[in-house]
Structure formats: structure tokens, C-alpha cells
């Protein structure tokens, strides 16, 4: 009896752990789409159902206290480092959508699909009216 209630313990912990590797929840690390140098770290959390990701490194030292300038409304001239880029995705079988990603280079929000490909790395695409006009950053799991 003891033999089964352990094989069961570590069968649930498995699954668990294979459940955490599979999901988008976790910190990701961004890439500059021009350079493709790494550009910061991203916490992707799961509040109300919905999925939100916090900028919480810049990885460039120059580029530390940057503010995001061109946003607009209540994101007006905060720091990149504690922004919210990604808004309120709720998942859809394999992939999160109606949410927005912000851009805080331009300020601008762009609808947003992010799934997951394997399990450490994210396709992120932010698009203007159909996901045919965007463009697509893959971003990956920072352990």
C-alpha cells in the first residue's frame, strides 16, 4: 500500500511538472528585431483567467532607466522596467488571444496571438485587423 500511495506522489508530481513546462507563465527573455540581440526579460502571469507580461529587465546597461515616451494614457512616460506589454489574453486551445502587446519603442498597442513552440520558446505576433498584417518575435524561456 505504501509502494502505491509513492508511485502515485511522484505520477502526480510528473504531471505537474510537465503541466508548468508547458505553459506560457514564466519569465522570457526578448530579442531586438533588427540586431537580434537579447533586450530584456519579460514575467508573464496569470490573473482572473487572463495572461499579462511585466517588462522586469533591460538588458542593455545603457538602456536601464528608458521611459516609455510614446505611449499614451496611464503608460505615458513610465519606466519600460514595470510596464505591462502584454494585456489581458485568455487562452484559446494552444494559443492566447484578444489581448494587446505594447510596444514601448512607439507607444503603439497591437492585437496580439502568443503559443507556445516546445516548451521554451514563445511565438509572440502583434498585428493591426487580421494576424496576416504583423509581425512575429520569438522570445525564450529564461530558466
Not at 27 to 52: C, L, M, N, R
Not at 99 to 116: A, F
Amino acid at each position: 500500500m505504501m509502494k502505491l500511495k509513492f508511485i502515485l506522489l511522484v505520477g502526480l508530481c510528473l504531471s505537474i511538472m510537465t503541466a508548468n513546462a508547458q505553459s506560457v507563465i514564466g519569465k522570457w527573455k526578448t530579442f531586438d528585431d533588427e540586431t537580434k540581440e537579447a533586450k530584456s526579460i519579460v514575467e508573464i502571469t496569470e490573473q482572473g483567467g487572463k495572461i499579462y507580461g511585466k517588462v522586469i529587465e533591460i538588458l542593455n546597461p545603457a538602456k536601464k532607466d528608458i521611459k516609455c515616451n510614446n505611449c499614451t494614457g496611464t503608460d505615458k512616460d513610465k519606466p519600460v522596467v514595470g510596464l505591462i506589454i502584454l494585456k489581458g489574453l485568455t487562452k484559446d486551445g494552444k494559443e492566447y488571444n484578444d489581448g494587446k502587446i505594447l510596444d514601448p519603442s512607439n507607444g503603439k498597442l497591437y492585437k496580439c496571438i502568443v503559443s507556445l513552440d516546445g516548451k521554451d520558446k514563445l511565438k509572440v505576433r502583434g498585428y493591426i485587423g487580421v494576424s496576416a498584417f504583423g509581425r512575429t518575435q520569438v522570445w525564450t524561456r529564461v530558466e
